[in-house]
């Protein structure tokens, strides 16, 4: 029985590549200013919502972060993984997160999509009416 190699080249597992991914996202943002405030913010229940990072600009605007990552292009890239039923959930989780805060700040969507061709930060991705 032959066994197969496993590739050290980086994380095995798909949780542990998604964890990567966030931690790259995170260290992109806040070289650009922004302060995390929470990070796989999850709605009670199932069938909610989970947020990757919830991060503040320096102006106060809460930015809900949904962080793709794809190692290839090959169907739109990372950022065109995000349909319309993900972005539901990420609005649902958002608006549950908000609750808590009682004035509420200016907010928006953001998507940070890792690829071959590095870190893009799509501001604004989607907004709650979508």
């Known amino acids: 029985m032959q066994f197969l190699k496993k590739d050290k ?3 095995s597992t798909t ?4 964890d990567a991914g966030e931690d790259e996202a995170l260290a992109f943002l806040q070289e650009r200013g922004l ?10 229940g199932r069938g909610g919502g989970e947020i990757d990072l919830i991060m503040q600009s ?3 605007t809460v930015v ?3 962080v ?15 349909g319309a039923v993900k972005q539901r959930r990420i609005i649902f989780a958002a608006r549950h997160y908000l609750l808590s805060w009682r004035q509420l700040p200016p907010a928006r969507f953001d998507v940070v ?4 061709a590095g870190p893009q930060w ?6 709650a009416s979508s």
């Open 9 to 11: 080249t980086g994380p």
């Open 15 to 18: 949780k542990a590549r998604g």
């Open 35 to 44: 302060r995390l405030l929470q990070r796989n913010y999850r709605t009670p």
């Open 58 to 60: 320096p102006d106060g």
């Open 64 to 66: 809900f972060v949904e």
């Open 68 to 82: 793709r990552k794809r190692s290839r292009s090959d169907f739109g890239g990372a950022a065109a993984t995000i």
């Open 113 to 116: 999509a890792l690829d071959a």
């Open 122 to 127: 799509l501001q604004a991705a989607f907004d």
